[in-house]
């Protein structure tokens, strides 16, 4: 039910009861949902994290509030979390390297590319540079996903880019 001050024009519709209004209701989120799923997963992840975040969505849909948020917002961080769990479960374990077959210089990151420096950060990290530098989401809205104040994203921002200039080296472009 809608406050009197509120009428139903003006808020943000929601997730609806059947699987039509649902989808019209995720459909203008669709880009960045498949966006942050394809760069935090991985290109052969993606698809079962996005559908997993979906299914997700449905069944938490009646727990969407738009007095809390978007919902690009909403959907970004069930997306964001299952992005978490792909990747808790499909860790690899790491293997020691002999130094001989490693090369010379183990901690050599010349000819590293943004990827791979991408995935040396940490998965809060990863996630707040995939949402800001390759979906263009503001930092309100990062904070709101990640569940932190705007200052913590900021910080976390700030973290990952001082590691990917140490992994990248400084003059990077």
């Known amino acids: 039910m809608h406050a009197i001050s509120d009428p139903p024009s003006l808020r943000e519709p929601g997730p609806g009861d059947d699987a039509g209004s649902f989808s019209a209701w995720l ?3 669709w880009p960045t949902l498949a966006g942050l799923a394809r760069r935090s997963a991985g290109s052969s992840d993606w ?3 996005l559908q997993e975040a979906l299914t997700a ?3 938490k849909r009646g727990q969407f509030d738009p007095d809390r ?3 690009r917002n909403w959907l970004l961080a069930i997306v964001a979390d299952q992005s978490y769990k792909s990747r808790r479960r499909l860790r ?4 020691a390297v002999p130094a001989e077959i490693a090369g010379s210089n183990p901690d050599d990151s010349e000819g590293m590319d943004l990827d791979a420096a991408l995935g040396e950060l940490t998965d809060r990290q990863r996630m707040a540079v995939n949402l ?4 263009a989401v503001p930092l309100a ?3 709101q996903v990640m569940g932190c104040s705007e200052g913590t994203a900021k910080s976390t921002l700030s973290d990952a880019r001082r590691r990917l200039r140490q992994l990248l080296g ?4």
């Open 27 to 29: 459909r203008p989120h």
């Open 47 to 49: 698809e079962d994290v």
């Open 57 to 59: 969505a449905w069944r």
């Open 69 to 71: 948020g978007s919902a």
């Open 92 to 95: 690899p374990v790491p293997v």
């Open 132 to 135: 800001r530098y390759f979906l």
């Open 141 to 143: 809205d990062i904070a």
């Open 170 to 173: 400084e003059d990077y472009r």
